[in-house]
């Protein structure tokens, strides 16, 4: 049964930090690529990064130079650093992972941005 399994949301002040974890079982990690992505009530879930199987990473503009995306595949892992957070960065946030036909994707973690 495979599960990604997200962490490490909350709430946070403006320009604030916080990091997020996708712990992923029952797939042969390594190979996938792995992703993030976001909804905010009323809106469509969006890209916020992915990482290749490779670690070559890919950015929306609206993470681009806030946040980084990385992975560790002796752990199973991927990671969402998040800096300099904005009030509009306010969504609940979903790990995803793709492999040719396969794809997964977490419950979702809820970040807040708010003082």
């Known amino acids: 049964q495979v599960q990604l399994v997200e962490s490490g949301g909350g709430l946070v002040q403006p320009g604030g930090s916080l990091r997020l974890s996708c712990a992923a079982s029952g797939i042969i990690f390594s190979r996938y690529l792995m992703g993030w992505y976001r909804q905010a009530p009323g809106k469509q879930r969006e890209l916020v990064a992915f990482?290749?199987?490779?670690?070559?990473?890919t950015y929306a503009n609206s993470a681009k130079g806030r946040f980084t995306i990385s992975r560790d595949n002796a752990k199973n892992t991927a990671y969402l650093q998040m800096n300099s957070l904005k009030p509009e960065d306010t969504a609940v946030y979903y790990c995803y992972a793709a492999y040719s036909a396969y794809s997964y994707w977490g419950q979702g973690t809820q970040v807040t941005v708010s003082s």
């Open positions: 990482i290749g199987s490779g670690g070559t990473t």
